[in-house]
């Protein structure tokens, strides 16, 4: 915690305005270049090849971003014509141009528009001092004089002097940007000075950007970069330092230049001696031709560079290097060891261990500041160069290492993410990723929580609860193209394969070497249990959202060696990439009329939300929430949203099993125990874990792999099942919350929806608010909750996942009311979906005189059958009884995505022998809604009024299996549900015309 007297002093730190954002830096940039030069003048400059794509050339050397477009011209007179005509930033023109003087065409472009710069460039000595020399006799024609060698480098050098010199006072004044100022007099050493300081600076700062942050945001830092003001003057280098003198990192300057215009042998002197009395901390340098003013430099105290030594350019890059904050921070502790500082993580562990006497040294000479300006820490290291007392080091230690902390929690203020550097990896930051390429819906999903959670400081609205999202590392789909070509995969699955046949394929592939590196040691970092996740491009996109679609595998934490767990983690990243090539996956994309080439797959690794119990490791409970409720009933309102939670982790709630469903604004409504039959047969009484010493060192390619279902005994032992769970006392016919009660257990979440010893409802009413506001539609989120059994550690809410839910507003065609009830096939009060079909011409009708709940895997399987021989663009509606899609065999048919793909309506018959819940929040579920698919569900009380038996039991099938009728006809159903009603029915073959509004 931060002491009193540390926040004073940090309020005491405040700038007098807000620093201009990284976006506002760099406002004048170059863009188009007009050359002016003979034909042979060009040939010379660009050797053979355009000007344009030469600069490019340099530009992507030193990693600049944006290369102007250059215009070249052959006289003065075609010039002056293009600038009448359009728009130029730079003008650099060569001394021979046919039909004018430079001086004389500088001035005329200076006539047209006086700010545009005018750069002369000159090859050779002689050529160099003759211009010179003509400049004085026509100030202001011509901005400055560079010396052309052959090196291409000069060409941005010059760009990005002309940049910085229109830049400059915005960018250091208001963006806290600093600077080098350079004073020289001679073209031909300050061009040669400029190339090799832009190339250390941009070097070193990418160096530094790639290790903290994403692509967007090396790109916006490289703007944060020093900016080099060459002055050729003494009262320019002086007006220069006066005007930004607690900006400057560093002043280099010659001996001799003009002073009081005139040429002073020992200006740079008088200038160094002027800037020392001034601002003594800042570093200086004295060049001369001169090896006497040696001297000069040693009575000052400071550098001396020898201009004529064959060293002269390497001598200067070791000093930017070291002095204007680009090498790591070299700190002697209390017992005399060595220490290096690359990091904020690692300069605020320094603090605790570091002698004063070495902070001292470093806090006298500006090297913190300049430091963290130097990594684009533009605001800290402004306040910390503002401290006005650096001698009190207590003080000065305890302050910094306060703004360090302070920092690091705001870094990741809207979830930037970092790319994962195994060198300087900080474990607090939650979110880093690892190669390029798209990181996927999920983790789009994940990264807008993340920032969502922050801004609307959701946290804190219950500050006894820590609200946030797991750490994770994100995978780009580069490491999954870099993989399908590092092992051919595409050329091995050139043909039909199974599912475990491509989980063999990929499982034998090899990732680079490098990437292996990265995950080893991120895992080394996270030694908690991992769920390996899918993040592919269409997940959770918009308009189709996919889920489970793809597969997450858990990796346990327990594993005698550390490589086991590498290598299980190595696998699950293999098998949940095979997972776009399994055969449900193939058979979603085509259903939603996406092409396999358009999907590619992203990963996650994501620490597992929960606490270790013995041998076991899982949530105290988790679930899902959606902001639209599909099922209104009673008082509960669709936009009142219906939350699904369950014991243990969420594959409960997702694969469709028993679990507890309410809605968060009526958090003691349980419309699924409304007798004592259904508290029995609709109550959770198992619950998922993921087993810690399982000291297997494969994966099979199922979800099960390292899970375990267990009883509600195994939770009640561990001390988890208390918050969740009621005993049920037949003598009174009631629920008690007391575990010390004897009677079955419950799980009714009670003394949390109840006796509210957790928020949940009120944190589940924020999210769907905050959701809806911020994806601008209706949301699905997954969630997972723990209440840890140490009572001293705050609960943990963690969102693991959000993505759209698919609602639709459509009109009716036709009035429900006007419709006989023999001309229905179908009609029900609870569907799901929205809008008409009019294209279906069959029906799979389970045969209820077949049908049981041990049958139910055989009569997936016969669905399976008929379905392949469905035509994609004529597709069927399947009835039959108990819940569609559970992977539980005794709640429903356990049909998969590639059972049914080309099915447009399902009805969910609720017979009174057979009756559960309609499967709320699973992915099966979800993926109804993002196919368009319409769900019909039934009621026991009324299954025979609703669904036509009597009609459906006189049709004579075309096909008949053990279980199965397929009826096929002629003519199409009409199937119409209002979804803001959720009222819908189907129409028997053909009657639907008799009903229709005239022209509809």
Request: proline fraction near 4%; aromatic fraction near 10%.
């Amino acid at each position: 915690m931060e002491s009193s007297s540390q926040i004073q002093d940090l309020n005491v730190l405040r700038l007098k305005q807000e620093p201009l954002s990284f976006r506002d830096l760099m406002k004048n940039r170059v863009h188009d270049i007009l050359v002016v030069a003979s034909l042979y003048d060009c040939f010379k400059l660009e050797e053979d090849g355009r000007l344009t794509e030469l600069i490019f050339a340099e530009y992507q050397d030193m990693n600049f971003t944006n290369a102007p477009h250059v215009n070249r011209v052959p006289s003065a007179s075609k010039a002056l014509e293009k600038l009448e005509l359009g728009r130029y930033d730079l003008i650099i023109t060569m001394p021979r141009i046919s039909d004018m003087d430079p001086f004389e065409f500088g001035t005329k472009v200076k006539q047209i528009n006086p700010d545009l710069p005018v750069i002369l460039l000159v090859s050779s000595v002689k050529e160099s001092n003759h211009y010179t020399e003509l400049d004085q006799n026509n100030p202001g024609a011509i901005d400055k004089i560079f010396f052309w060698t052959g090196d291409s480098s000069v060409l941005p050098a010059i760009i990005k002097y002309s940049e910085d010199k229109r830049n400059a006072e915005r960018d250091i004044l208001e963006g806290l940007v600093r600077a080098i100022i350079i004073v020289e007099d001679t073209p031909q050493f300050y061009s040669a000075y400029l190339p090799m300081i832009y190339k250390i600076i941009t070097n070193h700062t990418l160096r530094m950007m790639k290790q903290e942050y994403d692509d967007d945001l090396k790109l916006l830092r490289i703007r944060t970069r020093p900016r080099i003001l060459l002055a050729t003057t003494y009262e320019e280098a002086m007006a220069y330092f006066r005007k930004y003198q607690v900006y400057i990192l560093a002043v280099i300057s010659d001996m001799k230049f003009p002073y009081r215009n005139k040429v002073d042998k020992k200006a740079g002197l008088k200038l160094l001696k002027a800037i020392q009395e001034l601002e003594d901390s800042v570093p200086l340098v004295l060049q001369s031709m001169e090896s006497e003013s040696r001297r000069f430099a040693e009575a000052l105290k400071i550098r001396f560079f020898d201009k004529s030594s064959p060293h002269l350019l390497n001598d200067l890059r070791d000093f930017i290097v070291r002095h204007c904050g680009f090498k790591d921070l070299q700190f002697n502790t209390h017992s005399g060891e060595e220490i290096i500082v690359k990091d904020l993580k690692g300069l605020e562990e320094a603090m605790d261990i570091v002698s004063d006497k070495s902070i001292e040294y470093h806090a006298q000479r500006n090297h913190f500041s300049n430091w963290l300006a130097m990594r684009g820490y533009l605001e800290f290291a402004s306040r910390i160069k503002a401290y006005n007392d650096p001698d009190e080091i207590g003080n000065f230690r305890s302050l910094l290492k306060a703004l360090l902390k302070r920092q690091r929690r705001m870094k990741h203020k809207n979830a930037i993410i970092d790319y994962f550097n195994p060198e300087n990896y900080d474990p607090d930051v939650s979110l880093v990723r690892i190669g390029g390429g798209s990181l996927g819906g999920k983790a789009r999903g994940i990264i807008f929580v993340s920032i969502f959670i922050k801004r609307f400081d959701l946290g804190g609205h219950f500050p006894d609860v820590d609200i946030d999202v797991p750490a994770t590392a994100m995978i780009g789909t580069d490491v999954y193209d870099d993989f399908l070509e590092r092992n051919k995969i595409r050329l091995i699955l050139n043909r039909e394969l199974t599912d475990k046949e491509i989980n063999k394929i990929f499982l034998l592939g090899q990732f680079d070497p490098e990437f292996e590196e990265y995950i080893r040691t991120y895992l080394l970092y996270h030694q908690n249990p991992v769920a390996v996740r899918s993040s592919s491009l269409l997940e959770d996109s918009v308009f189709e959202p996919f889920a489970g679609i793809y597969s997450t595998f858990m990796i346990p934490c327990c594993m005698s060696d550390q490589e086991d767990r590498l290598d299980l983690t190595l696998q699950a990243i293999k098998l949940v990439f095979a997972t776009c090539f399994h055969e449900k996956a193939r058979a979603f994309l085509k259903s939603t009329g996406n092409r396999h080439e358009d999907e590619k797959m992203a990963v996650m690794i994501q620490d597992i939300v929960g606490e270790q119990h013995g041998d076991y490791f899982y949530p105290t409970f988790a679930g899902n929430l959606q902001t639209y409720n599909f099922y209104p009933m009673d008082r509960i309102l669709r936009e009142d949203g219906m939350a699904n939670v369950a014991l243990g982790f969420g594959r409960t709630v997702v694969n469709g099993e028993k679990s507890l469903r309410f809605s968060p604004k009526h958090p003691s409504v349980l419309l699924q125990f409304y007798d004592r039959k259904s508290i029995f047969r609709n109550s959770q009484s198992h619950f998922y874990a993921l087993k810690l010493k399982n000291e297997t060192r494969t994966l099979t390619g199922s979800e099960a792999d390292n899970l375990e279902l267990l009883p509600l005994e195994v939770a009640e032992e561990h001390g988890v099942l208390a918050p969740v769970a009621s005993v049920y006392s037949a003598e009174s016919d009631n629920f008690k919350e007391s575990l010390f009660e004897k009677g079955p257990r419950i799980i009714t979440f009670a003394n949390i929806l109840k006796w509210k010893i957790f928020p949940l409802d009120k944190i589940l009413i924020d999210m769907m608010n905050f959701g809806r506001r911020g994806l601008g539609c209706e949301v699905e989120i997954e969630f997972a909750v723990n209440l840890a059994t140490d009572k001293k550690k705050k609960p943990r809410f963690t969102v693991l996942q959000i993505r759209p839910l698919i609602t639709h507003n459509k009109m009716p065609l036709i009035n429900r009311d006007s419709i006989k009830d023999d001309d229905l096939v179908c009609h029900s009060q609870a569907c799901l979906g929205n809008g008409t079909k009019t294209n279906i011409r069959h029906i799979v009708f389970v045969k209820p005189d077949t049908f049981g709940s041990t049958k139910t895997t055989a009569i997936a399987k016969e669905i399976g059958q008929l379905n392949r021989a469905f035509k994609e663009d004529d597709p069927y509606l399947l009835i039959g009884p108990g819940r569609w899609g559970s992977s539980d065999s005794l709640l429903g048919i356990p049909v998969d995505w590639n059972d049914i793909s080309k099915v447009a309506v399902i009805v969910e018959v609720g017979l009174p022998s057979f009756y559960v819940d309609p499967s709320f929040g699973g992915h099966f579920f979800q993926n109804l809604s993002s196919l368009s698919i319409d769900y019909f569900f039934t009621s026991p009380k009324n299954y025979k009024k609703n669904v036509n038996f009597s009609w459906l039991n006189s049709l004579e099938p075309k096909k008949e299996t053990t279980y199965l009728k397929q009826f096929s006809f002629d003519k199409s159903m009409f199937v119409q549900i209002d979804g803001r009603e959720g009222c819908g029915f189907i129409v028997k073959p053909g009657m639907d015309s008799k009903y229709r509004p005239e022209g509809s």
